[in-house]
């Protein structure tokens, strides 16, 4: 395979990468905007009102990374509330009656009757009250005059033939559906809340598995057996027979340090760090070490710690440097 088609293959494949991390970034930003409707309060409204990801300004990344820790709070705050609700209910099992008796039966639309008139109240305590304080003698008695009203008679014996008996069993019915079901409804809530805090990790800078530290593993992973094969196969003098970039990049830039001139600027340090910084991320959780530090010192420059970091410190990978070390490698395969 010739030079050209290599740096075209991983062009592309660059490409890829970066095309879906783009696609998460939006992902985050539509699923977050849609927070407002698990956590209800006016705080949230603001935040996700300043929120954006998908954006190349370096100040509105660092506000936006403020503002999902702000909203990781309020998610926690409104889990407990969920969670406090949610443990006042129990799960009631449906009596054996309930899949045979009359009343019940869809086409009755009895249940639905009870279930609209439960919510034509705007607020759960008059609901409660509502369906609580409702009787079998008083729903048929307002059905029958209802119906009988309305319809000309046409229904009256049909709904005049249940007994009250029947009534209350209908209202039963429906008073275990709406618990189960509010159970049910508080199970999702959470589970939504969970989701939320699981995408937070996934952008979450101290995170070493956030999605641009993962995408910057990918491509410097992608890119080292393409490298060591244009090293091989144009400059042969510096390919050294290794598998690893590292040692091959360091070759090269001894017998061929112009190869690391980008538009005018030597940016062997800025190509050289990115890659120690990933194997920090693999063996020491993203920590720097003294063999980070040390590495520095291999490649002979003095600069090397204004990019990188004192010993124990944690190396980031936010957008910022993704981006920047993206756009870089790029240019150097096309260089190169």
Same mark, same amino acid.
């Given at each position: 395979?010739?030079?050209?088609?290599?740096?075209?293959?991983?062009?592309?494949?660059?490409?890829?990468?970066?095309?879906?991390? @783009?696609?998460?970034?939006?992902?985050?930003?539509?699923?977050?905007?849609?927070?407002?409707?698990?956590?209800?309060?006016?705080?949230?409204?603001? /935040?996700?009102? @300043?929120?954006?990801?998908?954006?190349?300004?370096?100040?509105?990344?660092?506000?936006?990374?403020?503002? /999902?820790?702000?909203? /990781?709070?309020?998610?926690?705050?409104?889990?407990?509330?969920?969670?406090?609700?949610?443990? &006042?209910?129990?799960?009631?099992?449906?009596?054996?009656?309930?899949?045979?008796? *009359?009343?019940?039966?869809?086409?009755?639309?009895?249940?639905?009757?009870?279930?609209?008139?439960?919510?034509?109240?705007? #607020?759960?305590?008059? %609901?409660?009250?509502?369906?609580?304080?409702?009787? &079998?003698?008083?729903?048929?008695?307002?059905?029958?005059?209802?119906?009988?009203?309305?319809?000309?008679?046409?229904?009256?014996?049909?709904?005049? =033939?249940?007994? #009250?008996?029947?009534?209350?069993?209908?209202?039963?019915?429906?008073?275990?559906?709406?618990?189960?079901?509010?159970?049910?409804?508080?199970?999702?809530? $959470?589970? *939504?809340?969970?989701?939320?805090?699981?995408?937070?990790?996934?952008?979450?800078?101290?995170?070493? %598995?956030?999605?641009?530290?993962?995408?910057?593993?990918? $491509?410097?992973?992608?890119?080292? #057996?393409?490298?060591?094969?244009?090293?091989?196969?144009?400059?042969?003098?510096?390919?050294?027979?290794?598998?690893?970039?590292? %040692?091959?990049?360091?070759?090269?830039?001894?017998?061929?340090?112009?190869?690391?001139?980008?538009?005018?600027?030597?940016?062997?340090?800025?190509?050289? @760090?990115?890659?120690?910084? %990933?194997?920090?991320?693999?063996?020491? /959780?993203?920590?720097?070490?003294?063999?980070?530090? #040390?590495?520095?010192?291999?490649?002979? =420059?003095?600069?090397?710690?204004?990019? &990188?970091?004192?010993?124990?410190?944690?190396?980031?990978?936010?957008?910022?440097?993704?981006?920047?070390?993206? *756009?870089?490698?790029?240019?150097? $395969?096309?260089?190169?």
């Amino acid at each position: 395979m010739d030079v050209q088609t290599i740096k075209n293959k991983v062009i592309s494949l660059l490409k890829d990468i970066i095309d879906s991390v @783009e696609l998460q970034e939006c992902q985050l930003e539509k699923r977050y905007k849609m927070l407002s409707s698990y956590v209800h309060s006016d705080a949230v409204e603001a /935040l996700l009102l @300043e929120f954006h990801v998908y954006t190349d300004n370096l100040s509105q990344e660092n506000r936006s990374q403020e503002i /999902l820790y702000h909203l /990781l709070n309020e998610i926690f705050e409104q889990e407990k509330k969920y969670q406090v609700l949610l443990d &006042g209910y129990t799960l009631i099992e449906y009596p054996e009656w309930a899949s045979t008796l *009359e009343i019940l039966k869809e086409e009755n639309c009895i249940v639905n009757y009870i279930q609209d008139s439960f919510y034509c109240f705007n #607020e759960e305590a008059d %609901r409660n009250n509502y369906i609580n304080s409702l009787t &079998g003698k008083a729903l048929k008695e307002e059905l029958v005059g209802y119906v009988n009203k309305e319809t000309q008679n046409k229904y009256f014996k049909f709904y005049d =033939d249940f007994s #009250e008996s029947d009534y209350d069993k209908a209202i039963e019915f429906v008073k275990i559906d709406m618990n189960n079901d509010k159970i049910y409804e508080l199970n999702y809530d $959470i589970d *939504e809340l969970k989701r939320f805090k699981t995408l937070f990790n996934l952008f979450n800078y101290t995170n070493v %598995r956030n999605i641009y530290a993962s995408a910057l593993i990918d $491509i410097i992973t992608a890119i080292s #057996e393409p490298i060591n094969n244009i090293i091989s196969i144009k400059y042969p003098h510096s390919y050294i027979q290794s598998n690893k970039i590292t %040692r091959n990049l360091i070759s090269l830039h001894k017998k061929y340090p112009d190869c690391f001139f980008i538009d005018g600027l030597d940016k062997y340090v800025d190509i050289m @760090e990115p890659i120690e910084r %990933r194997n920090m991320y693999i063996h020491n /959780l993203g920590v720097a070490n003294s063999k980070y530090l #040390e590495f520095g010192k291999v490649i002979q =420059d003095n600069n090397w710690n204004l990019k &990188g970091a004192k010993n124990g410190e944690f190396l980031k990978i936010d957008s910022y440097y993704f981006q920047e070390t993206y *756009e870089l490698i790029k240019n150097f $395969i096309s260089h190169i």
